[in-house]
């Protein structure tokens, strides 16, 4: 939305939110790793997991918060990771996460001018011209 194309920015903003709410309703846990390479729980599998679901921003702040308190609100999301569907949870937030993140990114070409828009010819319309001696092109 903020480069103008609001019909995109709105599906992936219903998009990464859906998924993420997916991943509260399945009881999901954001997994946190020891970070000491010497600790017998650290590797590096865990570690990027933990990077990628912390790319959802502000809602992975909620629930880590949520599982450190106990105030009615946050213990809504505050659930046990131990039932049948958590795993799942978890990896639908790492799938927000990680849509979130190319999102981001995307946007941030797309503001700065790095990004190139690449036309792709559309199935059925007509072909692109060849380049000719006459249209400038180096042989």
């Not at 998009?15 to 846990?29: K, P």
């Not at 010819?121 to 000719?132: D, H, R, Y």
């Amino acid at each position: 939305m903020a480069v103008g194309d609001r019909k995109r920015g709105i599906a992936l903003f219903v998009l990464v939110n859906a998924i993420f709410f997916a991943g509260l309703a399945f009881d999901g846990y954001l997994y946190v790793p020891p970070f000491l390479p010497r600790t017998p729980g650290f590797n590096i599998v865990a570690t990027l997991t933990f990077i990628v679901q912390a790319c959802n921003g502000g809602l992975c702040a909620l629930v880590l918060a949520a599982a450190d308190t106990k105030l009615p609100l946050l213990g809504l999301l505050a659930r046990d990771p131990g039932t049948a569907w958590a795993d799942l949870g978890a990896v639908h937030f790492l799938v927000s996460g990680g849509l979130n993140y190319f999102a981001t990114v995307r946007l941030y070409d797309l503001l700065t001018g790095s990004a190139q828009e690449e036309t792709a010819p559309v199935a059925g319309g007509p072909a692109p011209a060849p380049e000719t001696a006459e249209s400038g092109a180096q042989p």
